[in-house]
């Protein structure tokens, strides 16, 4: 099966930087994505890796490291709005099916 | 594209009863997954299609949960008998699939589920 580990909370300072951890164990492994949640809504697409390195989207940048089945989320300059759950997903098998982590709760304070 | 619409948006029923969603994904999409999230939780997997064949359904899931993709177009999750511990928020998405890249989930906005 798949199983994935994240932080259950982090807080973070209005313009600072946070980075969001997550390892996984899953076999036939195809890529890692991240995903936003705000209380009440669904969940939104943020990036995605399939090798190692590091993605830019913005103000969000993502890493993957698969020897060590290991990538974060990391958020610059940090604005109230980024105050969401933040979910690393994998997708694995021949299939590609998606399978997600327990999320993480950001809150940003002024 | 109109997004991924789930329907009802909520929905309350009695123990025991039989309830039925439906999902109408983005329409290029080949792909279509359902989840199931709690408060405080990641979505869980349920069950996913390509086009009309169903691929995976969770081990999790007992024999009471069952779905279908007719025609490959929408989907419904029905669930048979339902108990108190089955509430949750029920949530589709849908993705293309060219059978190499991953293209992201897009979500509806959930049914939510209420069994008193």
């Known amino acids: 099966g798949q199983s994935l580990e994240q932080p259950s909370e982090v807080t973070a300072v209005e313009g600072a930087i946070v980075q969001i951890n997550c390892t996984y164990q899953?076999?036939?492994?195809?890529?890692l994505s991240w995903y936003q949640q705000h209380d009440g809504g669904a969940p939104t697409f943020l990036s995605y890796?399939?090798?190692?390195g590091l993605e830019e989207t913005g103000r969000f940048s993502s890493f993957l490291s698969r020897s060590d089945s290991y990538g974060y989320l990391l958020l610059q300059e940090l604005q109230m709005k980024d105050s969401a759950s933040y979910f690393c997903?994998?997708?694995?098998?021949?299939?590609?099916?998606?399978?997600f982590g327990t999320g993480t709760k950001l809150q940003v304070i002024p | 594209d109109t997004g991924v619409s789930q329907n009802p948006r909520h929905k309350i029923t009695k123990r025991g009863q039989n309830v039925t969603f439906r999902c109408d994904p983005i329409s290029e999409h080949n792909r279509l997954y359902w989840y199931r999230q709690t408060l405080g939780q990641g979505p869980e997997f349920l069950t996913y299609?390509?086009?009309?064949?169903?691929?995976?359904k969770s081990r999790l899931l007992s024999d009471r949960f069952s779905a279908e993709r007719p025609k490959g177009s929408f989907s419904t999750l029905e669930i048979q008998r339902t108990e108190q511990g089955d509430s949750a928020m029920y949530l589709c998405?849908?993705?293309?699939?060219?059978?190499?890249?991953?293209?992201?989930?897009?979500f509806g906005n959930g049914t939510r589920l209420t069994v008193t």
């Open positions: 997903a994998v997708g694995s098998g021949g299939y590609q099916k998606v399978t």
């Open positions: 899953t076999s036939g492994f195809y890529g």
């Open positions: 998405a849908s993705s293309s699939w060219g059978g190499v890249s991953n293209s992201p989930l897009h």
């Open positions: 890796n399939a090798l190692d």
């Open positions: 299609f390509q086009n009309e064949a169903q691929l995976e």
